[in-house]
């Protein structure tokens, strides 16, 4: 899918003061030019992108070993996408191995997950990956999954602290305009605009 061309300068992002949370979905916050409403969802996979792509290159581990092993349970579909996809899938941060038909014991998760079900980690992954792949290129699939599962939720609500940290990150990544989809991160509303729209000028 072809989106709107994010309204934002192409340069690095300007300071921004938090305003607050619009939907539990959107950061809103206030610049030298105008309002600010990010995507949080978007904004935090971007920042996910970044970081996965860039430990990777630096060849530094990525893993969070698990306590315990677990064992999950594949669809047909499922295992041939963790096949395809295993180099990359092992590179992110996942350990694993075979276990009987269909079933594979999961040892370590990328370490971004933090805590939450690592075999609905696996499934989600592969179902994105395999996803992601008809419409992307193959070497970016397996890092956009992970970051889309990593990334925080649409409807999630954030501290005033999280909101200025995600946004600060935000503006240390090499490319903030967009998610790892293509979707804008954040959409500018100038305040000459906003003056027409009420009729001040």
């Known amino acids: 899918a072809r989106y709107p061309e994010p309204l934002l300068p192409r340069s690095a992002l300007p300071a921004l003061r938090v305003l607050g949370q619009v939907q539990n979905t959107f950061i809103a916050a ?3 030019d105008g309002v600010y409403l990010t995507d949080q969802h978007a904004a935090h996979e971007r920042v996910l992108f970044d ?3 860039e430990k990777t290159s630096e060849q530094e581990p990525q893993s ?3 306590l315990e ?3 999950v349970d594949l669809s047909p579909a499922q295992g041939d996408t963790l096949k395809t996809h295993q180099e990359s899938l092992e590179n992110y941060g996942f350990q694993f191995e075979p276990f009987g038909d269909g079933s594979y014991l999961l040892r370590a998760v990328p370490a971004i997950f933090g ?3 690592p075999a609905k980690a696996l499934l989600d992954v592969l179902d994105m990956t395999a996803f992601e792949g008809l419409v992307r290129q193959k070497e970016d699939v397996t890092a956009t999954s992970i970051a889309c599962h990593g990334a ?3 409807g999630k609500s954030l501290t005033e602290p999280e909101m200025v ?3 600060e990150q935000l503006e240390a990544t090499p490319n903030p305009q967009t998610c790892p989809h293509g979707r804008p ?3 500018h509303f100038s305040f000459n605009h906003m003056e027409r729209e009420f009729g001040r000028r």
Do not use: F, K, N
Request: hydrophobic fraction near 40%; charged fraction near 20%.
């Open 165 to 167: 940290s995600l946004l």
């Open 115 to 117: 805590e939450g079900d």
């Open 51 to 53: 970081r996965i792509c």
């Open 185 to 187: 991160t954040m959409v």
């Open 30 to 32: 206030e610049g030298p």
């Open 69 to 71: 092993l677990v064992s």
């Open 152 to 154: 925080i939720r649409a």
């Open 64 to 66: 969070q070993p698990l």
